[in-house]
DNA sequence: ATAATTAAATGTTATTTTAACACTTAAAAA
DNA sequence: TTTTTAAGTGTTAAAATAACATTTAATTAT
């Protein structure tokens, strides 16, 4: 072996598929783009591209992300490599899969439309090119087990949201319902909320106090390797 | 876009890197080679390899792993992605890493050798090349985490072992100590255990009757979604 | 033969966590 | 002022967990 040696191996192409995540209407949401350009032209699939070589798998994904919905700085994480040799009919390609969260009323609806793109309710997603289909539903269970030892949750809501809308996003993710007072009970108990005197009356006469997640004493518990468990189940 | 869309993105290297458990004497170990080939000759690092055309990810990582150890059919599950720029100096490579979880005294000793190989106690890790200890550092958390709710850590275990030495196991891989009465009842409750009449008397003048990991009743658990949980802290 | 040694094996209890459950309150609308 | 709607709140029985010490089986030494 030697220098040359890395000369004898086959290069392939790396592409970054993105599985983007929302919440909106109760309801747990994947965008997804209609492709307008081969293979598979009209399908629907991931948004995805390819690694460029000035950039790593992170970055990359994050520029794709931000591609489609000009958003920075977004909650994402590489989900797994997927690498059967003739996943991609027209080349050898593997493809590294993220998962982002992301406050589905914050993006760039123009660019959207641009790379038309729709969200999809998680029980209506339309077949999807290649091996999509797995990787959406490996970040669903990543997704599902990531909530239930993180907060997660919050980067799918807006800076202010209710308790109600919370449990929501949760019974959605676990595709479950949710005791009100044990929810309540618990996620409080994980004391990184901070409650506002707002109230949001958009759902009842009533009115739910909006609350906000408190990062700083997140990242204090984070290091301090307090247990962040939250099992809503 | 189009077909030659494909053509005008950059190829790069794809490698696969194996982070090789095995458990010794009480200790947690991994396995790593001495490079005698450049870069970074007579340095420490993971075994790896470059992907071949004709195969998966996670059959190049398989072909790999069996090339150091001469097994086949061992748990091994890819861990993550690693895609820094210039995360190897000669030219840009992605490289996928997996972990394996082996029986140390099942494999090849010949072929260990010939590849320079020793296996080295996770607190005498030596200095390794490029990103690898991020690496070791990232399937070390990665088997804490799967061990906590899958049984995975009969697969560094003979076929028959004692409950001593699963105690043992379970402690090197949590790096703490255990209550020897809650440990063996915790461990019985998932009842994926088959107790043999056989004793290991190697440790002790009265022996510990040695056991076997009940894979069909295990399989029958998962099919049936029971929950696997095993906190041994 | 008997005693000493060594690690294996075994159960109980107080404490904490969890899950199940129904009524009251605030505000708007009728 | 009554009705409507969803928000907000506590208690309790059951289950899970963590803490803890003695007995047993077999070998080794006397």
Redesign the pocket.
């Known amino acids: 072996m030697g220098l040359d040696y890395y000369k004898n191996h086959k290069h392939v192409l790396v592409a970054l598929d993105c599985i983007i995540f929302g919440f909106d209407k109760n309801e747990l949401k994947l965008l997804l783009i209609k492709r307008d350009f081969e293979p598979e032209m009209g399908k629907w699939s991931l948004m995805g591209g390819f690694l460029q070589s000035n950039e790593s798998l992170d970055e990359g994904a994050g520029r794709i992300l931000n591609n489609l919905t000009g958003l920075k700085n977004i909650y994402l994480e590489q989900l797994h490599s997927f690498g059967e040799v003739n996943r991609d009919p027209v080349e050898r390609t593997i493809s590294v899969a993220y998962y982002s969260l992301i406050d589905i009323h914050s993006h760039d609806k123009e660019l959207v439309k641009q790379n038309s793109a729709s969200w999809f309710s998680l029980n209506e997603i339309p077949d999807l090119i290649f091996d999509h289909e797995k990787m959406v539903n490996s970040a669903l269970k990543m997704l599902r087990s990531k909530a239930s030892h993180q907060p997660v949750g919050f980067e799918l809501l807006p800076e202010k949201f ?4 919370l449990q929501k996003l949760y019974e959605g993710i676990y595709s479950t319902s949710l ?4 929810f ?3 996620i409080l ?1 994980m004391d990184v909320l901070i409650k506002t005197e707002e ?1 949001e ?1 958009k ?7 909006l609350y906000k997640f408190d990062q700083k004493k997140y990242k204090e518990k984070v290091t301090n390797g307090d247990s962040l ?1 939250f ?1 809503p ?1």
Chains 1, 2 share one sequence.
């Open positions: 209710t308790l109600p809308e005791d009100k007072r044990n309540r009970r618990r108990a109230k009356k759902y009842s006469k009533k009115g739910a106090f468990v099992k189940l």
